[in-house]
């Protein structure tokens, strides 16, 4: 009888340490997984605002952008294939006629939430979309607000930059960042996604 009760006693020993066991290995996974799709997140908003970077360049030296509208500008005209007047978006141009649009298939998004360009105190810089939980963990919109009155450069050095990829760019528009005669080419196909 005291043989029994002792391998009772065993058996539950054994099954919590199983269950200890198994609750660490899914631990470390989902450890593990956290931590790739911050190193993912960081890529592909670091790759998307590259691709943005290149085409706005492009977009400037054939157009010449003048301005936006807003403070906050979300990017949902690159596809926009022609338009009447000076104005696609929120955007402003000097020379419509150069327009080469569309210049996505689709806009670029980050966890759903599209690409936005701010007129900061420092220039005007692309940016994740209002919601977007960054790999440092802040939310845009919420955790890191960007208006007017911030200088997003010394942000990019902190809150916009996780282990080496910036999280927003600086975007160079009007006359005295175009290219002489330069004729805007669209997206390169390597940048095209």
């Not at 043989?3 to 290995?25: D, E, Q, S």
């Not at 807003?70 to 338009?83: D, G, R, S, Y």
Request: aromatic share 8%; hydrophobic share 40%; charged share 15%.
């Amino acid at each position: 009888m005291r043989r029994i009760k002792n391998m009772k006693h065993h058996h539950k020993l054994y099954t919590i340490i199983g269950v200890i066991i198994v609750a660490a290995f899914v631990a470390l996974s989902m450890k593990d997984t956290v931590y790739r799709w911050y190193q993912i997140t960081a890529q592909d908003i670091a790759q998307d605002l590259n691709k943005l970077q290149v085409i706005f360049n492009n977009i400037n030296n054939s157009c010449v952008i003048t301005g936006f509208d807003n403070e906050k500008n979300q990017i949902n005209f690159l596809t926009v294939t022609a338009f009447a007047g000076s104005q696609v978006g929120s955007m402003n141009v000097e020379n419509p006629a150069g327009w080469q649009g569309p210049y996505m298939q689709e806009n670029l998004t980050a966890q759903g939430k599209e690409y936005q360009v701010v007129h900061a105190k420092d220039g005007y810089f692309i940016l994740p979309g209002d919601g977007v939980i960054l790999p440092t963990r802040k939310v845009m919109g919420t955790d890191i607000t960007i208006d007017g009155t911030v200088a997003v450069q010394s942000l990019m050095a902190t809150e916009l930059m996780y282990k080496g990829k910036p999280l927003a760019i600086q975007l160079n528009i009007g006359k005295q960042n175009a290219s002489e005669g330069a004729v805007g080419a669209g997206v390169p196909e390597e940048l095209e996604g």
